[in-house]
């Protein structure tokens, strides 16, 4: 079936470094991918629409210079966290939704702990 | 290890009719409890949550979740269902573990399309 691959499921990194996210549909297309970021005891929030070969949408409040997204192809979605803080410390997942079928399901990657040090 | 079932992929009801969306998770702790509802091209939109206190949780939209703990579930219930509900929705456990700042593992069911006949 379906399944959307998230990499990697952890990362620790130093403060001001930069870490990149992967998120793939392996059997389907999806132009549109969406970005989540889960702080602890909160629910998650949107933080960015991943628009294949377009810029994504920033929800408001999210930095676009921080959190980088790049979707080059239909089936790789990246995001970037650029000169991490701990405080960009989070849990981040991504969501796919296959192009090809009206009303088709969303899935979900495994999701990313990252923390920063 | 957490997780979630949805037993229900797809679900229809009449508007009017009442809905219950079924959830169970495993997980060795106390969870947050989470469900969220998804409309085609949008983003995740919280409908509410649990993480301790009353059982019955009342959330956006005239939806309302009972945790049990004897039986893992935490279902989803809507005594009128409207046809703007048709959507798609997921339940989602968390870890109420402490972390400082590294976020908490969510785990997502595979979610239920709900399609409302008028």
Redesign the interface.
Known sequence: GAVVSQHPSWVICKSGTSVKIECRSLDFQAT?M?W??????Q??M?MA?SNEGSKATYEQGVEKDKFLINHASLTLSTLTVTSAH??D?????C?ARDQLIV?G??F?GQ?T???VV | AQSVTQPD?HITVSEGASLELRCNYSYGATP?L?W?V?S??Q??Q?LL?Y?SGDTLVQGIKGFEAEFKRSQSSFNLRKPSVHWSDAA?Y?C?V?S?SA?T??????T?G??T?LKVEL
């Open positions: 549109t969406f989540y970021r889960q702080f602890p005891k629910s998650l949107l629409t701990p405080e410390s989070s849990f981040y997942i969501s009303g399901k969303a979900f999701g702990r990252l923390t | 992929i947050y989470f969220y998804q085609p091209g983003g995740l919280l949550k993480f798609e997921f989602a968390g109420l972390s700042g590294g976020g908490n593992k969510l997502f595979t979610g399309q």
